[in-house]
């Protein structure tokens, strides 16, 4: 794995179209919920919301 922020700015990509058959697992999303509890804000506030929503 690669640590180095400019690999990573240098390699980004845009998605420009989503597979619909592939669908994040239940437990990869908790594992997001979890990192988001632990999102750095400005004076520790947390002021924000976050939406995960899914459709077909």
């Known amino acids: 794995m690669n640590n180095d922020i400019i690999h990573y700015a240098k390699n980004r990509h ?15 999303i908790k594992k997001v919920k979890e990192l988001l509890r632990f999102s750095a804000s400005s004076t520790n506030a947390q002021p924000w919301h976050f939406v995960i929503a899914s459709t077909d």
């Not at 845009?14 to 990869?28: G, L, Q, R, W």
């Open 14 to 28: 845009t998605v420009k179209a989503y597979d619909p058959s592939k669908k994040i697992s239940d437990e990869n």
